[in-house]
């Protein structure tokens, strides 16, 4: 796969766009792609998080986000909270029907992570009992009650983890919430499904926790994690939770957390897929002005525009 990656940033009145192209050569191999003579047509997925139930801005995004018609959404968790007034999964409907119209339509693009969130709801408590980690088993039943198991490829009835290809990109949905320590089986089963992959399609890798791509070394199984993602040349990486929106890289690996599309803040994120490149945009419906910068930046120096978004 060609590794070499630039990235462009161009400032719109309205719209600030955060065009990141990462060039990469899609190959042919036992009839898991298209064949050499046919090409992907470009296909849209879109990133978002932490709207903590129902709210103004979340309408927002949703209804901006339905004027792209993409052909995935993922949420990276926090979509719920704790809280009768906004948070419950019926809350989160609610806003659905009113942007997006049909519930059940919207939800078989839909594919979320687990945030401290949604444990903190399904559990009716705050969380975690100090000195324990959270109830993975909480987050879990929301992961049920969108039927998430029956829509992916691979899930990991453990921990809530799973697996999907769609068109030429293939997604990894980890568990890993605000406080929570990666596992010796979410590891394993990382490896697993990372080697279950014989394409050179690009890989997509999420998990709710601000820090997860980030170096820990309280936790071995996380830097265990971190070997792996470099080792099997995953090519993006995503996280929510701080509320920033926030790009750099870890050597060839782009990493990047979504900032946040609730309580005024207003961030999300597309995605363009062709055969050749990813196309990134940030949009920021009606909020804030993410960053600005040069109108070139390469990886070396993204990391100085990486700063949280700042209210207007």
């Not at 803040?265 to 995605?271: K, M, T």
Request: with cysteine.
């Amino acid at each position: 796969m060609n590794k070499n990656k630039f990235f462009t940033l161009i400032s719109r009145k309205i719209i600030l766009l955060i065009g990141i192209t990462l060039p990469l050569l899609f190959l042919t191999q036992c009839g898991c792609r298209a064949d050499d003579d046919k090409k992907i047509e470009k296909w849209t997925f879109v990133v978002y998080s932490d709207n903590r139930g129902s709210n103004p801005t979340h309408r927002a995004v949703l209804a901006s986000i339905a004027k792209i018609k993409p052909d995935l959404i993922l949420n990276l968790g926090d979509m719920v909270f704790r809280g009768e007034e906004y948070g419950t999964l019926e809350s989160f409907k609610t806003d659905i029907e009113k942007t997006w119209g049909d519930f059940d339509s919207f939800n078989r693009i839909f594919y979320p992570t687990i945030g401290g969130h949604e444990e903190r709801y399904y559990n009716q408590s705050p969380y975690p009992p100090h000195g324990k980690e959270p109830d993975n088993q909480a987050g879990q039943k929301l992961y049920r009650d969108l039927a998430i198991k029956k829509r992916v490829a691979k899930f990991n009835k453990k921990y809530g983890d799973y697996y999907f290809k769609h068109k030429n990109v293939h997604f990894i949905m980890i568990y890993r919430s605000d406080e929570w320590k990666v596992k010796d089986q979410q590891v394993e089963w990382l490896k697993d499904i990372l080697n279950s992959i014989k394409d050179d399609d690009p890989i997509v890798v999420t998990g709710h926790a601000g820090g997860w791509f980030l170096s820990n070394v309280e936790d071995a199984n996380h830097e265990t994690v971190r070997k792996l993602l470099r080792e099997y040349n995953v090519d993006i990486e995503l996280a929510a939770d701080w509320h920033d929106y926030y790009a750099d890289t870890d050597g060839d690996i782009l990493r990047m957390r979504s900032g946040s599309a609730g309580w005024g803040d207003a961030v999300f994120i597309q995605f363009d897929v062709t055969d050749k490149n990813f196309t990134i945009t940030a949009f920021e419906p009606d909020g804030v002005t993410p960053f600005t910068g040069r109108e070139w930046i390469s990886p070396r120096w993204i990391k100085e525009f990486g700063k949280p978004a700042l209210k207007r």
